[in-house]
């Protein structure tokens, strides 16, 4: 049988995993499957890089932590279709995930998958989930 935990200690992790990565990480959309860990070498080409705002996540309540802010790149770097994403601090990679088309279900929502160089991106859906309740 899992574990359970209380919602204040839920809360309490997932606003400390957001104060371990630091402020302003920068988040990269990337084309391709997501490497088999964090700590796997990247894959895929960068399609959009942004740097997330200093405080970049709302705090966490009943397990789930979401977006605080607007996640945009006005101008993606490269052509191709978004695959996965990663979320690093310098040279390491923190949290990694699918990305998918808004209302697609993925660790990530985007508003188009089929980026075109120049082209707006808006991240419009991530939530960090904490399960045990």
């Known amino acids: 049988m899992p574990m359970q935990f209380s919602d204040t200690l839920r809360a309490a992790m997932l606003n400390a995993a957001e104060t371990h990565i630091g402020a302003s990480p920068t988040l990269r959309i990337r084309s391709g499957a997501k490497p088999a860990s964090c700590a796997a070498a990247r894959t895929g080409t960068v399609l ?24 945009q790149d006005s101008a993606a770097d490269a052509a191709g279709i978004a695959g996965h994403f990663e979320i690093v601090q310098g040279a390491t990679c923190h949290i990694q995930g699918d990305v998918t088309g808004t209302g697609g279900g993925g660790d990530m929502e985007i508003q188009n998958t089929n980026i075109a160089v120049g082209q ?14």
């Not at 942004?50 to 607007?70: E, Q, R």
């Open 48 to 71: 959009a890089t942004l740097v997330l705002p200093a405080d970049f996540m709302a705090d966490a309540v009943a397990g789930v932590k979401g977006i605080l802010g607007i996640w």
């Open 120 to 133: 707006p991106i808006t991240v419009t859906a991530f939530t960090l989930n904490l399960g045990g309740a």
